[in-house]
Structure formats: C-alpha cells, structure tokens
C-alpha cells in the first residue's frame, strides 16, 4: 500500500508539473513534507477542472457525475484505483480535509457546465466553491493540528484562492468566452458587452483581496512561506501586465509571465523571506 500511495503521488506531481510551471515552482519551494499532499490536491482539482474546460468531445455532465461518485466512494472507503483520486483521499485523510471543502469545489464545477454567465450572488457562491475553498484545503495542511492558526488564516487563505482565480479569469477571457462561451464577470452576461469598466472593477476587488491575503502569508509555518509567496509573487505579476491592457487587447491575446521571470521571482521571494525577512 506505501509502495501505491507513492505512486499515486507521483503521478500526481507528474501532473501539476505538466499543467502549471508557477505551481510546480512554488511546491518545490516548500519543506518535503508539505509537498506530497499538495500535490495531491492539485492534481485532484486539475483533473475536475479538465472535465468541464476541455472534455468537449464526451459527454462531460456523465464524466463529472462520475468523478464526483468516485470521489465520494473513494471518501467511504479509503481507496480508490484511480491514483489521482487515492493521492487526494490519502491528503484528505491524512490531514482531515473538511468535506465540506470538497462538495463545495464539485458543486462549482458542475455550474460550469449548465452556467454561462453568473449573477452576483450566485458568483460568489462559484467563487468559493472553485478557488477559496482550494486555499482552505492547503491551509488545512500548512496549519496541520494548530487550529488556532488556521482559524487565524481563514479570511487571508480565502482572499488569495480568489485573487488567482480572477486574475485567471482575466487572463482567459478570450478562451472563456470563444471556446467555451462562459462570462466570469459578475452581473455580465452575453447581451451585455464587456467593457472597461467592468474589467476595472473586478481590478479594485483583486488588489484588495491581494492586499488581505499577504498579511496572511507573513503568518504561515516557514516551510510554506516561500512557495505560497512565489505564488502570491506571480500573480501579483501577471494582475499588473492585465491592468496595463484594455479588454479589446485582452481578447486578442492571453498574457504569460516567461519562464525566466517565474524564476527571478522564487528568487525574489527567497530574498525577502531569508534576507529581508518578510513579517
């Protein structure tokens, strides 16, 4: 069983590495023993997220249903076949991953795929659901048995999983809206042109959502600290290359941070961490 957990985790790294070189960045950049279960939330969540963003050709309300019936069987038993699937139970088991978190993130994902636009009441229940309870699944691992920690993080670990993914949904408002016909603007829906305006005002909610998530990032465990702030580091680069952008522009194009920059800021971070100790 040691031997297939690791395994499973393997394959679970093969995958945030395959899909995302910021994350993959910022996990190596944690102590060894953090990592394994991050991986095994990521890969946990890529592969939901594939089912509704690329899954085209099938029939991808089948292919969530069962993903959803898998996991909650998984939850039940302790084990499942699919070694993305065991590293995220072994991670939930391991650290007592609220449930919550996980029907919460599976109910987001399955709105993807009958929602193509969202009201305001109803986005915040897609944003929760899609990225804030990811950031309180990672901090149930960072803060592992110290409840007061946690506690303490809950608003600043919420703020961050919901900066990145508006910082996503700007960055891919082009594929959003032309493959697969989805609007993440709240309030705005296809009879509605997107425009400036709108995008400014998703801005204002991002950099103060920035703005309370680093003061939580100064709180967390030192063997997390850097990677989590070369992820806030990241983003915070991307969100500045978007604001430059007008929405025209940014359905033209989809704005990257090079390779070469991901690494000049793990280096940065490391600097401010260790050198100029970020507190």
Partial sequence: MDLYNKTSYAISKVVTKSYSTSFSLGIAAFAPQYRDAIY??????????????????????????NFRKETEEALKTGISTNPILQAFIHTVKEYKIDYHYIDAFLNSMEMDLTNSYYEP??????????????????????????????NDLVAPARSLGSAFQKV????????????RERIYLPGVNHAIKIDDVHKQDLEKEIALEFKNALEG???????VKLG?????????GLFKKIKKLKVKELMKQRVRVSNTTKLALLIRGLLEIKVFKLT
């Avoid at 009441?121 to 659901?129: D, H, L, R, S, V």
């Fill in 40 to 65: 095994g939330i990521y890969g946990f969540v890529r592969i939901a997220d594939e089912i509704v963003d690329t899954f085209n050709e099938f029939d991808q309300k089948q292919l969530m249903e």
């Fill in 121 to 150: 009441q109803q986005y915040n229940e897609y944003i929760y659901g899609s990225a804030e309870v990811v950031g309180l699944m990672c901090l149930q691992i960072f803060a592992g048995n110290d409840n007061k920690l946690f």
């Fill in 168 to 179: 996503n949904f700007l960055r891919d408002i082009k594929s959003d809206m032309e493959e």
């Fill in 217 to 223: 990032i100064k709180k967390l465990p030192v063997g």
């Fill in 228 to 236: 989590v702030y070369s992820a806030y580091l990241y983003y915070q």
